[in-house]
């Protein structure tokens, strides 16, 4: 049973516009979402989060919106960027602060 | 700088071998994890430990246990390896929740394969 679920494998956009990725979630005590970016041969780093009680958190060029009816989470990348390219993780945080994870989604940004 | 170390990036093991996965943070973090990460599955949690000697099963132990006797230290073992256990292995690590998130750091990565 995927609790969190990342649907798009891949995304492609072009450098400068906007890269949006998408997660799903059916559990509604998760507490906290985030995001983590990882490079090939390198582990994940984290990105950006978000507090179940907000509905927008903004870094820089990322923002992560959370919309809890539809129980969605997506995460804005503006400008998107080359170095940007990576697979993206969404997470949620529930009992005993345990992470569940979603499948990734392959971010490729070209020049 | 935070670092979380892992003792192999590459491994390659037999059938039925013991194996052991070794980790180490130099933060002092209370909380240690170890996932598997997969294709078209993402990462998913195998055992954490929240103290020294201290263990919790995640979403997938079968066929895996844990031994932490040092705090900066956290063990995955494999009693005996196969072939459905070839994955990438990560290890992470956080200060203990007190309210907010405490942002889990992950080593570089453990590639198993087991023949």
């Known amino acids: 049973d995927q609790q969190v679920k990342q649907n798009s494998p891949s995304l492609s956009v072009q450098e400068g516009r906007i890269s949006i990725l998408n997660c799903d979630y059916t559990n509604s005590m998760f507490d906290y979402f985030l995001w983590y970016k990882k490079y090939p041969a390198e582990g994940p780093t984290f990105l950006i989060s978000i507090s179940s009680i907000k509905d927008k958190n903004e870094d820089g060029r990322f923002t992560v919106f959370l919309n809890k009816s539809a129980k969605h989470l997506s995460l804005h990348i503006v400008p998107s960027q080359p170095g940007d390219s990576a697979v993206y993780f969404c997470a949620a945080r529930g009992s005993y602060g345990k992470l569940t994870f979603g499948q990734g989604t392959i971010l490729t940004v070209h020049p | 700088d935070v670092k979380v170390t892992q003792s192999s990036r590459y491994l390659v093991k037999r059938t039925g071998e013991k194996v052991f996965l070794e980790c180490v943070q130099d933060?002092?973090?209370?909380?240690m994890f170890w996932y598997r990460q997969d294709p078209g599955l993402g990462l998913r949690l195998i055992y954490f430990?929240?103290?020294?000697?201290?263990?919790e099963k995640g979403d997938i132990p079968e066929g895996y246990s844990v031994s932490r006797e040092k705090k900066e230290r956290f063990s995955l073992i494999l009693e005996s390896a196969s072939t459905n256990q070839t994955s990438m292995y990560l290890c992470?690590?956080?200060?203990?929740?007190?309210?907010?998130?405490?942002?889990?750091?992950f080593g570089p990565g453990t590639r198993l394969t087991v023949l």
């Open positions: 992470a690590s956080s200060l203990s929740t007190t309210g907010g998130y405490n942002e889990q750091f």
């Open positions: 933060m002092d973090h209370e909380n």
């Open positions: 430990s929240y103290d020294v000697k201290m263990k």
